[in-house]
């Protein structure tokens, strides 16, 4: 069977393991995930504990959580290196590097604003901390990003990795909540821009939105989320 990604929507950060999977090239499959609705129930529950999106449903029908482990999936049988290097070089060393960054810190100093988001009705001095302190958060972890980004096209050299992808579904957060001044980060910026400009990650903007472009024709289409749970669940 292909591989199926149950990605998350809104603005999941798993759009660029979308687009990871499109630029791979192979055969996969797609489940859509509507995080606000889909998601917080027992049946959800069963293929991920941790009701969280991205779920990867293998090859061998095994179910995969978390990102990174995804990615390493996607790694290894990324035999032409369209979005990854070999393994041993100083390249993959620094694509790793980066996406344990982004998949950690950066990721997590967003989880205040989130609170705060899905938290309307509470208490008007803890919405406040949180957001004070979520933003303060989202700037120290931007500022660190920025003097990460090297005089490269991508993040690791001069084409889109799987570093670029693991940054692109997180970064566009902070615009979301209006968390950082964009202009504060220049290299970012123009960086973002590339990424987003690569017909993979259009493709994956495109899917989120509902939309289809023609792509790669690697993506057999989608699963309903009911399917892949009645299959693949423990
Ligand atoms: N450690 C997990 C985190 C995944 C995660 O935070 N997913 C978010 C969407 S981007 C989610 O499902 N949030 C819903 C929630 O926690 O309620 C990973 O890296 O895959």
């Known amino acids: 069977m292909e591989p199926i990604l149950l990605y998350g929507i809104p603005a999941g950060s798993s759009m660029g393991l979308v687009a990871a999977f499109e630029r791979v090239g192979q055969p996969y499959r797609l489940c859509r995930v509507d995080m606000l609705a889909e998601m917080k129930n027992d049946a959800y529950a069963s293929i991920n504990g941790r009701q969280e999106t991205p779920v990867l449903i293998t090859d061998q029908g095994k179910v995969l959580t978390e990102t990174m482990a995804i ?12 979005i990854s290097f ?3 070089s ?11 960054f982004v998949n950690t810190g950066f990721t997590a100093a967003f989880t205040p604003l989130w609170a705060a988001y899905e938290m309307e009705s ?3 001095v803890l919405l406040a901390t949180l957001r004070d302190f979520g933003r303060k958060a989202v700037t ?3 500022d660190r990003l920025e003097a990460m980004i090297a005089d490269t096209d991508f993040l690791v050299g001069d084409r889109l990795t ?9 970064a566009r957060w ?3 909540h209006q968390a950082v001044d964009a202009t504060s980060y220049p290299k970012l910026a123009a960086l973002r821009g590339r990424i987003e400009a690569d017909p993979a990650v259009r493709y994956a903007q495109a899917i989120e939105d509902g939309e289809k472009l023609a792509g790669s024709g690697a993506c057999l289409g989608h699963v309903p989320l009911a399917e ?7």
Request: charged share 30%.
């Open 174 to 176: 902070a615009g979301f």
């Open 86 to 88: 070999d393994p041993r």
């Open 71 to 82: 990615a390493a999936w996607l790694e290894a049988r990324d035999t032409q290196r369209r």
């Open 122 to 124: 509470a208490e008007p």
């Open 162 to 170: 799987l570093a670029d992808t693991t940054l692109i579904g997180v």
């Open 90 to 100: 100083p390249e993959a060393d620094r694509m790793h590097q980066l996406m344990a």
């Open 140 to 142: 120290e972890r931007h």
């Open 228 to 234: 892949g749970i009645e299959r693949f669940a423990a």
